[in-house]
Each structure stands twice: as structure tokens, then as C-alpha cells.
């Protein structure tokens, strides 16, 4: 054996050390965004099971809608969905306003919600759905 095998063998074996140097930093890259993407399912779904609400009220001739946070989730108001019959209709409301707190978008755990629609409900079913999926109707 000559002098070329030696130097297609040390070839063959930098090559190797570069693949595998490669390879290991792309595992590790896959292994780290899955882990990630897994972390934030747990957290979503910890906030879903923490997350209740409840209809309060509902005054149909005035169109008013009072929902209270009985969970230990804080909600964004700016995440809620409204269905009426069955039908996205986050158009219809007028507004959202937390009993205590008027200018906030934070719905803490424990306060009411008072939701005023455009129109009167009579012959309406409601819907609230939170942003986690967590939803209550009338």
C-alpha cells in the first residue's frame, strides 16, 4: 500500500468526522424545536384545564350577556369569540366590559364579564369561547 491509499483513507475519514459533526448538529437542532413545540403544548393545555367560565345572566330584551371567569386562568378579551346560533358574530358585540376594571382587556379569575350586542337575543343561543377552546353556552 502506497502512499494514496493512506491519503484517501485520511480523506474518507475527515469526511466522516465533517458528516457526522453535521449530522449530530442537525439532531440536536430537531431535538431542541421538539421539545420546544412539546413545552408549549403542556402549557397550553395546563391553561385549558385550568380555564372555566360560566353565563351569569343574560337579559334578552336589552341584549346584554354577563359571564364570570370561575377558572384560575387569566383571559385576554381580545381572544373571546362569540357564536350566535351556531354563527361567529364577534361583529355583533358592541362591547366588553370587566365589573371593576372598564378599560382593562385582562379577565382575571373571579371577575364578571358584561357583553352588550347590537341586537336584542330573543330566540338566540349563545356561545362564548375563550382563546384555549374553553367555551360555555346559554
Keep these: 500500500m502506497g502512499m494514496s491509499v493512506s491519503v484517501a483513507t485520511a ?3 475527515i469526511a466522516a468526522v465533517i458528516s457526522a459533526g453535521v449530522l449530530i448538529g442537525t439532531f440536536d437542532e430537531v431535538q431542541t424545536t421538539w421539545t420546544d413545540a412539546r413545552r ?10 385550568h380555564t372555566d367560565i360560566a353565563i351569569v345572566s343574560i337579559d334578552r330584551e336589552n341584549g346584554t ?15 373571546l369569540d362569540v357564536l ?3 354563527r361567529w358574530s ?12 372598564v378599560d382593562s382587556r385582562i379577565w ?8 352588550q350586542f347590537s ?9 362564548i369561547v375563550t382563546g384555549n377552546g374553553i367555551s360555555v353556552n346559554d
Design 11 to 13: 480523506i474518507i475519514f
Design 40 to 49: 408549549d403544548s403542556l402549557d397550553r393545555d395546563m391553561t385549558a384545564s
Design 65 to 79: 350577556v354577563e359571564v364570570v371567569n370561575k377558572g384560575q386562568s387569566t383571559l385576554r378579551l381580545g381572544t
Design 84 to 86: 350566535m346560533d351556531g
Design 90 to 101: 364577534n361583529d355583533q358585540v358592541i362591547s366588553m366590559e370587566i365589573a371593576g376594571h
Design 108 to 115: 382575571l379569575p373571579g371577575d364578571i364579564l358584561t357583553i
Design 119 to 127: 341586537n336584542d337575543l330573543a330566540d338566540t343561543k349563545i356561545k
